[in-house]
């Protein structure tokens, strides 16, 4: 049977129907990935996440992410594995993605990963992680694009600032702020310094990226009476306004909102976000590009940083004369 179906040059045609027509009267089918894993290919590439799948759908950012990894995998003819950590470790999850190659998302603290692809020998690329020696990456200019926004709300004349950002992790304490979270904190940080200011002069929240937890992180931030909010991502500003909305706070009469991302809805969300773009379906579908060079062995440009940009709406004014 196994000639008829993997190599039936070696048969007769006559013999192969027959063989043919008994597997369809039982119902046979050729196990498709088993055949891949002996051939040690499985024309399937993997995206190891950072969290759990459930708060990954949450962020339509991956969605946008996705898409562009998507449009490689159907040129190319690849299938995609999500592959979200194992017992809250993207080191566990790795061995049980049978897959070709693996783009590895939010690394900012190597636990391990690097080293076990390396010693597999399975192809990555790196996206909005740190940097490692050697191996293909991808980034935004996260630290131009924080400082843009940041020096926007205070050439408006802000100065009471509250920042809304993502969750950094347990080891913050220990390594402090890295990866793309660094880079925009440090961006901030910049600006800041341009009028006098540090980020000691900030109210900071560090939250998981979902709507959820914005709305409940803004609540708390407005005891110390902002007048703007600047978040690190567009699902966490929406959750800012709507948080403000509750409160019948004006957004931006009383307090501006900004964030980063520009998501499809950011457009049309009211008020209409003023927030950083930054190319995200390019940066899923330049990974997926570079992931396919490296399984064939082509050459790699291992670093590329892609720009930002600040799309001015209206969720951000000048601070009101009489501040809340």
């Given amino acids: 049977m196994s000639f008829a179906f993997n190599n039936p040059q070696r ?33 399937s590439i993997g995206v190891l996440l950072p969290q759990r799948l459930a708060q990954i759908l949450e962020n339509p950012y991956f969605a946008r992410f996705l898409m562009g990894v998507g449009q490689v995998c159907d040129r190319e ?26 783009i590895v998302c939010g690394l900012e603290i190597d636990r391990g990963e690097v080293a076990e692809l390396d010693r597999r020998g399975i192809p990555f690329v790196l996206i909005d992680s740190d940097r490692h020696e050697g191996a293909p990456h991808v980034e935004v200019d996260d630290r131009g694009g924080a400082r843009e926004v940041a020096r926007y709300l205070l050439e408006l004349g802000h100065r009471r600032l509250a920042v809304l950002s993502i969750d950094p992790g347990p080891d913050v304490a ?31 929240a560090e939250v998981p990226a979902t709507r959820t937890e914005g709305y409940e992180a803004t609540k708390e ?62 940066k899923g579908r330049m990974a997926a590009d570079f992931l396919i060079s490296a399984i064939r062995g082509e050459d ?5 940083t892609l720009g930002t940009s600040l799309v001015v709406r209206d969720s951000a004014t000048k601070p009101p004369k009489n501040p809340r």
């Fill in 11 to 43: 048969i007769s045609t006559a013999t192969r129907e027959r063989i043919l027509a008994v597997a369809e009267d039982l119902g046979y089918t050729p196990n498709t990935l088993g055949r891949m894993l002996q051939a040690g290919t499985t024309n």
């Fill in 174 to 204: 220990v390594r402090g702020h890295r990866g793309p979270l660094g880079r925009r904190l440090a961006g901030i940080a910049d600006a800041l310094a341009d009028v006098g200011m540090t980020m000691e002069d900030v109210r900071l």
């Fill in 221 to 282: 931030l407005m005891s110390a009476n902002p007048t703007a909010v600047l978040a690190l991502s567009d699902v966490l500003a929406y959750g800012a306004i709507d948080a403000l909305r509750e409160m019948r706070v004006d957004v931006p009469g009383d307090v501006s909102v900004t964030g980063f991302d520009d998501l499809a809805e950011s457009a049309w969300f009211r008020p209409r976000l003023t927030t950083v773009r930054q190319p995200i379906v390019t």
């Fill in 300 to 304: 790699q440009h291992p670093h590329q």
């Fill in 77 to 102: 003819g690849y299938t995609l594995l999500l592959t979200p950590p194992l017992q809250d470790s993207v080191l566990k999850a790795i061995p049980y993605a049978a897959v070709d190659g693996f």
